[in-house]
């Protein structure tokens, strides 16, 4: 008998799980637990084991070893009826745009064989719902980015999902769209809908994950909340000092004589992780250096990954 998810229930269960590609492990015996109303993220640089992870949890590629349930079904044997609960918003947009934005939702919605008329009132609820209903006749070429990421998030929920999966939502968004979009994530949040996703964006992960896991060579190096990562990994304050290129790596030099709870050079600005900025910087002066432009800032997730990982999430 299938075990049935209740409203208290762990969504997706994993212990040991891993994957293999021949010889190479792309993700290396990870334990997690995602439940059922949160936003879960998956942080890493590329490589990191995330893509690999988030392609198990979606039934689209089988575990090498392991154990995963997701829905309280196995994923190899059931993967056909977990399917039918996720929603998926993949890293590029699939959309079809020779259709209007009304057709996309009505075509999709076909595919988990959903009464007709179900489907039409979810279309326009959810066109509403990511601020396109004036846009449902327009071909779907016509629509922005952002409009186009809104539309491939309202197409995901037309089989109203147990659990949303995002792999970069707003990669490629201007600043305004991400925050648009931003605000309907968080909308389904706060209805009760789980969240998985893949982010670049250390503001984005802030901003939308309850808990979040640094993933790196195929293992965790940490997880927990973006601001217990942040108390754990970071220091209350970080200095941002930037010199004249011809001089910055003499000041690296000299910033090492400072002290600080930790240091990180970068190809273009040197940071010092301490407790007090203002006091910090005065220790820099009175060392010498004059730095072109400061910043006394808070400790952030990009701190952290950058601790955990020693390199940014692009490379």
């Given amino acids: 008998m299938v075990p049935q998810v209740s409203e208290r229930d762990v969504l997706v269960h994993a212990r040991g799980l891993s994957k293999r590609f021949g010889g190479f492990t792309a993700v290396n015996g990870i334990d997690f637990e995602l439940y059922r109303g949160e936003a879960f993220g998956f942080l890493g640089p590329n490589g990191a084991g995330k893509s690999s992870t988030m392609r198990m949890i979606g039934c689209v590629s089988p575990p090498s070893g392991g154990e995963l349930t997701i829905l309280g079904r196995d994923p190899v044997r059931d993967g056909s009826a977990i399917r039918a609960r996720l929603g998926v918003v993949p890293q590029e947009d699939t959309l079809d745009v020779e259709l209007t934005v009304r057709e996309n939702l009505l075509v999709y919605g076909r595919y988990f064989g959903l009464p007709r008329k179900l489907i039409r009132e979810r279309t326009e609820q959810l066109l509403e719902f990511v601020q396109l209903e004036d846009r449902a006749r327009d071909k779907v070429d016509s629509l922005s980015g952002g409009m186009k990421r809104r539309l491939t998030i309202a197409r995901s929920l037309i089989n109203d999902p147990d659990i949303l999966i995002l792999d970069e939502p707003t990669t490629g968004l201007d ?44 293992v965790f190096a940490a997880e927990g909340s973006p601001r217990q990562l942040i108390e754990e990994y970071c220091t209350p304050e970080v200095v941002e000092l930037r010199f004249d290129p011809q001089l910055h790596d003499a000041a690296a030099e000299k910033v090492k004589d400072i002290e600080a709870e930790r240091s990180e050079v970068l190809a273009d600005r040197i940071l010092l992780y301490v407790q007090d900025g203002e006091q910090a910087l005065d220790i820099v002066r009175a060392n010498g250096l004059e730095p072109l432009t400061t910043l006394v800032r808070r400790g952030t997730l990009e701190d952290v990954f950058l601790h955990l990982t020693g390199r940014r999430l692009e490379d």
């Fill in 175 to 218: 600043p305004q769209a991400r925050h648009v979009v931003w605000d309907r994530l968080f909308r389904l949040k706060q209805r009760g809908v789980t969240l998985i996703l893949t982010t670049h964006y250390m503001d984005e992960a802030e901003q939308l994950c309850d808990r979040l896991v640094v993933m790196d060579k195929g």
